[in-house]
């Protein structure tokens, strides 16, 4: 989202990974192993490199998880970020956090304000959608969920602009949850073809 720029301030930010961040430019560069990707995990990995928190994850929603945890501050004093339609825009977010890393603002309150952000991005788009379909009620799903901070954070956020939250009960919220979505379907696909 922001370039060949940001990972100059990357490396800069980082010397001891600039083996690492010049692998990234040659991929980028080539086009291999580089796919855009939209998912809000990939946002809180980037995020969690960034700050140094959180490196490579060896569990779904790490990142997440490991940023609600050193997370500092006022859970209401977000980034800017940029919506058109009903897509988020994170470059103007990517943007803030590396500049107060370089700032030498504390990881634990970049942290803190990152979080406030992504609840505020939340309300937003489900504000949005409310307005468009007339839909009250917004499910939280996915591996950054596990986060307790952001579930919790997020599930007041809403409720306090009027959605009805609903959460995992009995199945798991991240990729566990999204096989047992695939088999239920394939299988009713399956039910209709036979």
Do not use: K
Not at 37 to 63: K, N, S, W
Not at 85 to 106: K, S
Request: with cysteine; charged share 20%; hydrophobic share 45%.
């Amino acid at each position: 989202h922001l370039g060949e720029e940001a990972l100059e301030r990357l490396a800069a930010l980082h010397p001891d990974r600039a083996g690492e961040i010049a692998n990234v430019r040659r991929l980028l560069a080539a086009g291999l192993n580089c796919p855009p990707a939209g998912t809000a995990g990939h946002l809180f990995d980037g995020v969690a490199a960034i700050l140094g928190i959180c490196l490579e994850a060896t569990y779904e929603g790490q990142a997440a998880i490991e940023l609600g945890a050193v997370a500092e501050g006022e859970p209401d004093r977000a980034y800017p970020f940029r919506r058109e339609g009903g897509e988020i825009l994170p470059g103007p977010l990517l943007e803030a956090v590396l500049a107060d890393a370089e700032r030498g603002v504390p990881a634990p309150r970049i942290a803190g304000r990152f979080l406030a952000t992504v609840v505020a991005m939340l309300v937003d788009a489900a504000c949005y959608a409310r307005a468009e379909t007339g839909l009250t009620a917004v499910c939280l799903s996915g591996g950054t969920f596990n986060s307790p901070w952001l579930l919790h954070h997020a599930s007041r956020a809403l409720e306090r602009a009027g959605f009805r939250v609903l959460t995992h009960r009995l199945v798991p919220t991240g990729d566990g949850g999204l096989c047992l979505g695939q088999a239920v379907i394939a299988q009713r696909r399956w039910r209709a073809c036979v």
